[in-house]
């Protein structure tokens, strides 16, 4: 038997996982079975404040998708952090399948909560779920990563500001490739738009499917939505200029939207000859994430991209309090340290242990900078955030379940499965 582990120092405790045990038979406090339909026995295991999800699956299998993983992750594409893997096992002298194991995405939430009918009390439906996870297919598709399983099952979504972002957690069909070819964007296409209606019509059946959420209306929407998200990314803009101001002012307004879905741009062609007095410009988006990076940058926090904007948003706001009171010009840089020490983390430092645990850090300040905006529509004056935080601890976190593992609630299509004891 073999057991390798990445970062073993970040996680010593996997080494003591009963490993040489088929999956089924674990007998350990804190484990759960992982609800959905599923190829392998999946289990998901608390080791402290540590959560890892273990797959049983072919020893081939599993090596090969700890690889895709890691490449996935080396990317800089969302997905989970793989962990560990154990091959060569047996049982009464015969082979039997490996183990994966990842990290359990903290923060994150199946599927089936965001649009269920009886779920969790979240603002989240079929619009926003698909748009996560078309921009998701969209990353992975520029990349050169071709899924061949995409489905709601094999997705994780986590709150992000107002919106959502999705992680692929299962790659044993994948393939990297140098580039896409469009036959095989095509197909992925195909394989994500049927597998999403199949996944919507399983959750009707059970009765667990949001009354305004039709599931072939909803499939339906994935191409048009990829098509035009591809589009921006990628396509080529043609148009005759009136002037050098025209073709600067077409070029700003190409790079904002980019920037405006998050992506930031390598490279970009802008392509004129003598006898044409067309421009064509042609982007080369690199990844996801220009205002993550930015405020990571700036800040050292690392958030997800739409948290990001919300947070240099707030930053700009406090810059120019801060140049209010002074005749000398405040670098970003220096607000940017000052908005950390002074604005952000005392607001955080005041929340409870036990409700701060609930979300994370940076969408809690979300939060709270929206409670605050509609506190005052409210009162009919401005408040400061620590007049808030106050009514959003009461009012809104108090309320707010912990989503910082979350067990889904057993489905009619699913039956009911307790933690191992």
């Known amino acids: 038997m073999r057991q390798h582990i990445a970062r073993p120092t970040y996680h010593p405790d996997v080494a003591d996982l009963p490993v040489a045990v088929r999956l089924a038979d674990w007998d350990l406090p804190g484990i759960h079975r992982v609800l959905g339909v599923h190829r392998h ?3 998901l295991v608390e080791l402290g404040d540590v959560s890892y999800v273990v797959k049983e699956l072919p020893d081939e299998l599993a090596d090969r998708e700890y690889r ?3 490449e996935l992750a080396e990317g800089g594409l969302p997905t989970v952090e793989v962990v560990a893997t154990v091959t060569g096992r047996s049982e009464d002298g015969f082979p039997v399948d490996g183990l994966l194991i990842t990290r359990h995405l903290d923060y994150s939430l199946p599927y089936r909560s965001l649009l269920s009918g009886r779920g969790l009390s979240i603002p989240f439906l079929g619009d926003r779920m698909l748009d996560a996870l078309v921009g998701l297919l969209v990353r992975l598709h520029l ?55 199949g996944g919507l019509l399983d959750l009707q059946e059970a009765g667990r499917l949001a009354a305004a959420i039709d599931p072939f209306t909803v499939a339906q929407t994935i191409e048009d939505r990829y098509a035009r998200l591809w589009s921006e990314l990628t396509g080529a803009e043609e148009f005759d200029p009136t002037g050098p101001a025209d073709t600067h002012l077409r070029l700003r307004r190409r790079l904002d939207r980019l920037h405006g879905l998050g992506f930031d741009v390598e490279e970009l062609d802008v392509v004129s000859s003598d006898g044409d007095p067309s421009i064509r410009i042609v982007p080369r988006v690199v990844e996801h994430g220009f205002h993550a990076e930015r405020l990571k940058g700036l800040t050292g926090l690392v958030t997800e991209e739409n948290q990001a904007r919300r947070m240099l948003d707030d930053i700009r706001e406090y810059t120019t309090e801060l140049q209010s009171s002074t005749t000398v010009p405040v670098p970003e840089n220096v607000a940017a340290v000052r908005w950390l020490d002074r604005r952000f983390e005392p607001i955080i430092a005041a929340i409870p242990g036990h409700l701060l645990v609930r979300l994370e850090a940076a969408e809690i300040f979300h939060q709270l900078l929206e409670h605050r905006w509609y506190l005052a529509e409210r009162l009919g004056h401005d408040v400061t955030l620590e007049e808030a ?33």
Not at 166 to 185: C, K, N, P, S
Not at 397 to 404: F, G, K, Y
Request: charged share 30%; aromatic share 6%; glycine share 6%.
């Open 143 to 197: 990349a050169g990563f071709f899924w061949g399983d995409c489905s709601l099952s094999n997705t994780l979504f986590r709150r992000d500001a107002g919106t959502l972002s999705a992680y692929i957690i299962d790659v044993e069909t994948g393939e990297r490739h140098e580039r896409l070819t469009d036959g095989q964007r095509s197909l992925d296409l195909m394989i994500a738009t049927d597998n999403v209606a």
């Open 68 to 70: 895709l993983l890691r």
């Open 41 to 43: 026995e999946v289990k």
């Open 389 to 421: 935080l106050r009514s959003y601890l009461d009012e809104i976190l108090a309320t707010s379940p912990d989503e910082r593992l979350h067990i889904d609630e057993p489905t009619a299509e699913i039956p009911r499965t307790e933690p191992v004891p």
